[in-house]
């Protein structure tokens, strides 16, 4: 858990982070806790919260865990109020649960469509929506993981394009409205990602791995440890008066179209 900033940038803070339990969001917990914050990682799955939170605690950090569904507002609501009331108030909520698998417009159920809308996009708004009570409002921050797919249509990724475009207007109408209560809302914008369960749905042999990596710009896949120093920033005192911003950390990949296409297309 290396970083390249100073220690303790969020010394004293809570975060609460859905999607907490394993690929991006775990390794922003751990940057997180890294920098002094108390993470509570929230995801569907018990034992892999335990398993996640276990190896934060390892290194002196604390960790704790909330097992929920967040297409479930009363589930979340209950943790969100449960953390408030044993920890107290939440600095930082991150919303990184998603869901995606590869399926053409013909080929995905109107209930597989809706599914990844409903963890991605519902899932944000739940959280975010549930939080709003026990947050500490001057001071806190939002922030969401969000995708190239937002802006950029990729063949087969037809659901996830819609959820994270709504997510990243979700998040602006948040920095919006929720602006004069000092809470900050922001979108951090991944490209491929090594290491991380999407990329080995969507580039799973080395010839799909090799044809993605000539679609970035920069030449490789981004690491989880890039975009968890992104989101430290973001969620840190040096980014106090950034909000309703996307960051894009994709190595340049959203330039350009065809290796978006590409991407999705690999088998």
């Known amino acids: 858990m290396n970083s390249v900033f100073r220690e303790n940038l969020l010394s004293g803070r809570l975060a609460f982070i859905t999607g907490g339990s394993s690929g991006i969001g775990l390794r922003i917990a751990e940057r997180f806790a890294e920098h002094g914050a108390a993470v509570v ?40 109020a449960r ?45 975010c929506r549930a939080a709003y009570a026990f947050l500490r409002k001057p001071g806190a921050s939002i922030l969401s993981i969000s995708a190239n797919h937002a802006t950029m249509p990729i063949a087969l990724q037809s659901h996830v394009c819609a959820a994270k475009a709504g997510v990243e207007l979700l998040t602006k109408t948040l920095a919006l409205e929720w602006g004069p209560s000092g809470i900050r809302a922001n979108c951090i914008t991944p490209g491929g990602t090594d290491d991380t369960e999407g990329m080995r749905r969507l580039a799973p042999t080395a010839e799909a791995r090799r044809r993605v990596e000539q679609s970035i710009p920069l030449g490789r896949l981004g690491s989880k440890d890039e975009l968890a120093n992104l989101a430290l920033f973001l969620c840190s005192d040096a980014a106090s008066y950034i909000t309703g911003a996307v960051y894009l950390c994709d190595g340049g990949q959203s330039l350009c179209r065809t290796g978006l296409s590409g991407i999705s297309m690999v088998s």
């Open 83 to 127: 953390t408030h009331g044993q920890l107290g108030e939440i600095d930082i909520l991150l919303c990184g649960a998603a869901g995606n698998f590869p399926a053409p417009v013909t080929g995905i159920s109107a209930n597989g469509f809706k599914a990844v809308i409903d963890i991605d996009l519902l899932g944000t708004f739940n959280t």
């Open 41 to 80: 990682l929230a995801g569907r799955r018990q034992e892999k919260l335990d398993a996640a939170a276990a190896g934060i605690r390892a290194v002196g950090r604390r960790a704790e865990t909330a097992a929920l569904d967040v297409r479930d507002y009363a589930a979340v609501e209950a943790a969100l």
